[in-house]
Each structure stands twice: as C-alpha cells, then as structure tokens.
C-alpha cells in the first residue's frame, strides 16, 4: 500500500509515494477522437466501511476546492434492480456484496465523464429495492470526479480508473450508531432489521471485501467526525494535480524536464529541418545530459560526511551503489555518451528489438550479469508507440528479474501514445523526459517530433534497423 497516513491524535501524516495514479482503458478510438476535452478530469475514489463518514468526507473536499468543478457519484446509485424473488426475501439479500451493483454501468459512467461528455446516472429507491424510472441525475463534466461507496476499492475496473484513492477508517462502534440512525431515518427501516442485516452481511463483507481494500489506498484518513489536517492536505494534492496541464496529472510516474528559454531554443535547433548534423548532434547531447542529470535525481541516495581541505565536516549526499545504464539500439545509443560524462566508469548494456508491423520482439541483449540488484537507466531518445520500450522493460523485468520500481525510462521527446502505454503498463517505472509532444502521425512517427532520430544523429539514409536477423543473447559484465 502507499499514500499518506494520518494520525488525529498525533497530528503527524507519513507520505507513501503512490504506485499509480490511472490507466487509459475503456473507450474506443472513435470515442476518444470525438472527444473536445483538452484535459481529463481527476479522478477520485473513496471508500471505507457502512457509515464511516465517506460522504462527509465528500463534501468537506469539495467546499475546500470550492472554485473547482466538482461531479459527486454514490456507488449506492449502481445498485442493481432486484428481481421479484429477491425482492420477495429482500431480508435475505445481500447489499454488500460486489454482486449486489451494476459494474459495467459503473464504468461507463466513468468512461464517460473521462472524454468530458455528459451522462445521465440512475437514482436507486432503497425503499422498494429499485432505480427510480422516473428519476436520473444529469451529471456534467468537471475538472475533479468523485466516486464514494463501500466497494470503490475493492472492484479491480474501478480501481484501475482512479488517479487517487482514498480509505476513510472509523471505529466499527461508531459506524454501527449511524448506520442504524441513518436507516431508520432516512430508509424507513427498524432497528431490529438494521442490527440483523449488520450482523449477517455488512460486517462480514466488511471484513472480507472492504477491510482488505485498505491496502489499495494512498491515503488512509483516521475519521471520528473531522480531520481538518488530512482534508487540507488532500485538497493541496489534488489542486497540485490540476494545475499540471499535461499528462503528469494523471500518471505520477511520469517527469518532464523544467522548460526554460535555454531547453526551448536547443528543442527549436533541433527540430528545424535544416539544422546541419553537427549542430543537432551538438544540441542533442546537451539536452541528453540534463536529462541524465534530471533522471540521477530520482535515484536513491545516501547521507555521507566529508572533510573540507580547510578542516571541516560537511553533511552531504552520495550515489547509492549499482547503478548501470541500458541504451535500446540504434538510436539509445545516442545516449551513452551523456551518462558516461554524468558517471564515470559506468557500465552500459544493450537491447536490440525487432520491430514488427503490430508488436515488437527481442533480438539481442547483452546486460550485466548482476543486472537485478542494480538501479537501471532504460534510454532511448524518442518514446513513439511505445512497443519497443514495453518489450525492453519486459526484458528486464521478466526475464533478468529488474524490479520495475528500479527503472528509470530516459527519453529526449515523448508521444503522448507511448506515455499511455508504458505509464499504465508499468506504475512503479519512471519516466523522465524533456518534452511531450503532440501525438503520433499516420505512420507513427512523432509529430512535430525531430523526424528520424538515428538518421539525424549517426548520419545514415537509412534506418539500419531493417531486415535485422535474430542474434543470440549474450551476457556480459
């Protein structure tokens, strides 16, 4: 699990870096074409136990994004309609398990607020078991969307769509007291009924579904009626979120570069067509090393004292040991140089894909034997599709055992196609690039992109990647 935990009592929070923030699943391309949305909403989930406090929670998140468009659903909305035997024992149904809602309703709803298009949600009538056929809630699209119920946490569909997820945990004592004041008043219920079904389905659902989908959260807020401390930093979080206008908003495992005017004219000589090869490559290589650099700065790193010539100590920081790079062929290559300038002495494997028309597949690699037990720094100058780079990262995580949340993916110019595809397929990788551009061209090149990296670079006419014949996989160290 990961996220922030809070401590009323203490008035202390620990962060956990969340392992992922979503994944672009759901609709088809048509849909996503037709879409006039320039950015996508944040998405929220919040759940916790009957009666936590989810839906104060809530509210007491909107009032503090007051100024941001804010679309509230209740997982209670998704309720299935019982059939008429079940409405005939309705005491004997089970309203909390995942079989009780309307899943894939659900999820369109999601994926449709997504693509910035307006949906129309059911209204559930807990008195007669049913969607009111009269009654729909029209909900418009908005800058933050939040989705409160038991089970937020525990479906995997719904889960995968969250960009932040949230558990609200409160003592089952008090759960119990609002739960039978909540159905009594506001559902038309017993107290006799209401301990009943607490004791035959709500608890043990509890402590079967809900309590283990305390782990999925990446924040954790202890709730006896208020926590100021945790909603404001929630708030914080989600307004840093919005203010980020590009892919960063929704995948946390992804780090663009700072732009400044310098970055921007080397990106300008670059991507100028008539920009001789020894100024592009005289411009590329500078940008590689910042990037380099900006990527050495997610690495871990450890506190070491030295002595000064005049005597003193300093407090300072040094490299965590095992570190080696990994250039993806031909045009990775181009990036050996900036990390060899940024580490002295470092060693540098290969990978050599074969690209297909509709998938990619390994030809060669020679890597460090030790490979596993060492921080690699994945490079390959453009992020297109993103094929080639799923089946390196394959290669190191599946076949020599690299934890992915120990690679770094280094590229100079990013698509947001590839983006998708690593950042969703991978969560705990990070990437780290100097631009995002704007998306892929009929052939799958990047557009505006610098056209054919490896040509521009190595001075060739041709890819030099066609027809490769499979190689052997070697070892090295």
Same mark, same amino acid.
């Given at each position: 699990?990961?996220?922030?935990?809070?401590?009323?009592?203490?008035?202390?929070?620990?962060?956990?870096?969340?392992?992922?923030?979503?994944?672009?699943?759901?609709?088809?391309?048509?849909?996503?074409?037709?879409?006039?949305?320039?950015?996508?909403?944040?998405?929220?989930?919040?759940?916790?136990?009957?009666?936590?406090?989810?839906?104060?929670?809530?509210?007491?998140?909107?009032?503090? !994004?007051?100024?941001?468009?804010?679309?509230?659903?209740?997982?209670?909305?998704?309720?299935?309609?019982?059939?008429?035997?079940?409405?005939?024992?309705?005491?004997?149904?089970?309203?909390?398990?995942? +079989?009780?809602?309307?899943?894939?309703?659900? !999820?369109?709803?999601?994926?449709?607020?997504?693509? #910035?298009?307006?949906?129309? &949600?059911?209204?559930?009538?807990? #008195?007669?078991?049913?969607?009111?056929?009269?009654?729909?809630?029209?909900?418009?699209?908005?800058?933050?969307?939040?989705?409160?119920?038991?089970?937020?946490?525990?479906?995997?569909?719904?889960?995968?769509?969250?960009?932040?997820?949230?558990?609200?945990?409160?003592?089952?004592?008090?759960?119990?007291?609002?739960?039978?004041?909540?159905?009594?008043?506001?559902?038309?219920?017993?107290?006799?009924?209401?301990?009943?079904?607490?004791?035959?389905?709500?608890?043990?659902?509890?402590?079967?579904?809900?309590?283990?989908?305390?782990?999925?959260?990446?924040?954790?807020?202890?709730?006896?009626?208020?926590?100021?401390?945790?909603?404001?930093?929630?708030?914080?979080?989600?307004?840093?979120?919005?203010?980020?206008?590009?892919?960063?908003?929704?995948?946390?495992?992804?780090?663009?570069?700072?732009?400044?005017?310098?970055?921007?004219?080397?990106?300008?000589?670059?991507?100028?067509?008539?920009?001789?090869?020894?100024?592009?490559?005289?411009?590329?290589?500078?940008?590689?090393?910042?990037?380099?650099?900006?990527?050495?700065?997610?690495?871990?790193?450890?506190? &070491?004292?030295?002595?000064?010539?005049?005597?003193?100590?300093?407090?300072?920081?040094?490299?965590?040991?095992?570190?080696?790079?990994?250039?993806?062929?031909?045009?990775?290559?181009?990036?050996?140089?900036?990390?060899?300038? #940024?580490?002295?002495?470092?060693?540098?494997?290969?990978? !050599?894909?074969?690209?297909?028309?509709? +998938? +990619?597949?390994?030809?060669?690699?020679?890597?460090?034997?030790?490979?596993?037990?060492?921080?690699?720094?994945?490079?390959?100058?453009?992020?297109?599709?993103?094929?080639?780079?799923?089946?390196?990262?394959?290669? !190191?995580?599946?076949?020599?055992?690299?934890?992915?949340?120990?690679?770094?993916?280094?590229?100079?110019?990013?698509?947001?196609?590839?983006?998708?595809?690593?950042?969703?397929?991978?969560?705990?990788?990070?990437?780290?690039?100097?631009?995002?551009?704007?998306?892929?061209?009929?052939?799958?090149?990047?557009?505006?992109?610098?056209?054919?990296?490896?040509?521009?670079?190595?001075?060739?006419?041709?890819?030099?990647?066609?027809?490769?014949?499979?190689?052997? +996989?070697?070892?090295?160290?």
């Amino acid at each position: 699990a990961c996220g922030f935990w809070f401590t009323e009592a203490e008035g202390i929070c620990e962060y956990r870096f969340p392992v992922s923030f979503g994944c672009m699943t759901g609709i088809g391309p048509g849909r996503r074409s037709a879409s006039k949305c320039k950015f996508q909403p944040f998405f929220i989930g919040i759940a916790g136990g009957t009666a936590s406090g989810k839906s104060t929670v809530c509210q007491l998140i909107i009032h503090a !994004l007051g100024d941001q468009r804010v679309a509230l659903l209740s997982l209670d909305d998704f309720y299935r309609d019982l059939t008429e035997e079940e409405r005939e024992n309705v005491i004997d149904h089970n309203f909390d398990d995942p +079989s009780a809602f309307d899943v894939p309703c659900v !999820l369109n709803v999601l994926d449709t607020l997504k693509f #910035c298009s307006p949906v129309k &949600t059911p209204v559930y009538d807990f #008195c007669h078991h049913r969607r009111d056929p009269e009654k729909q809630t029209d909900v418009k699209p908005a800058d933050v969307v939040i989705l409160e119920g038991i089970l937020v946490l525990h479906i995997p569909e719904i889960v995968q769509r969250l960009n932040m997820k949230l558990f609200v945990d409160t003592d089952d004592d008090v759960r119990l007291a609002r739960r039978i004041r909540r159905d009594t008043v506001e559902r038309g219920r017993d107290v006799e009924s209401v301990i009943t079904q607490y004791v035959r389905f709500v608890k043990p659902a509890f402590e079967k579904y809900v309590l283990p989908s305390k782990l999925n959260a990446d924040v954790i807020i202890p709730w006896s009626g208020e926590n100021a401390v945790a909603v404001d930093l929630i708030a914080q979080h989600i307004r840093s979120k919005l203010s980020e206008k590009d892919l960063r908003r929704i995948y946390s495992n992804l780090h663009v570069m700072p732009s400044t005017m310098q970055t921007r004219g080397m990106h300008t000589k670059i991507r100028c067509k008539t920009t001789s090869r020894s100024d592009f490559v005289f411009y590329v290589d500078r940008l590689l090393r910042l990037v380099v650099e900006m990527a050495l700065g997610h690495l871990p790193f450890e506190e &070491t004292t030295v002595v000064t010539p005049v005597g003193e100590n300093y407090v300072g920081v040094d490299f965590a040991p095992k570190l080696c790079g990994v250039s993806i062929i031909r045009s990775g290559e181009a990036m050996e140089n900036a990390l060899r300038t #940024c580490c002295m002495g470092v060693k540098i494997g290969k990978i !050599l894909i074969q690209r297909h028309e509709e +998938s +990619s597949t390994l030809a060669f690699e020679k890597l460090p034997h030790d490979i596993a037990e060492r921080h690699v720094l994945l490079m390959d100058p453009i992020l297109a599709t993103g094929n080639s780079a799923v089946s390196a990262i394959e290669v !190191l995580t599946k076949h020599r055992k690299v934890p992915e949340s120990k690679i770094l993916f280094l590229t100079l110019i990013a698509a947001p196609e590839g983006i998708h595809k690593v950042c969703s397929k991978f969560p705990q990788l990070k990437i780290i690039t100097s631009e995002i551009d704007d998306g892929l061209g009929p052939v799958g090149e990047v557009r505006p992109g610098v056209g054919n990296f490896g040509d521009r670079y190595f001075g060739t006419t041709g890819s030099g990647e066609e027809g490769l014949i499979v190689l052997d +996989s070697r070892n090295s160290d």
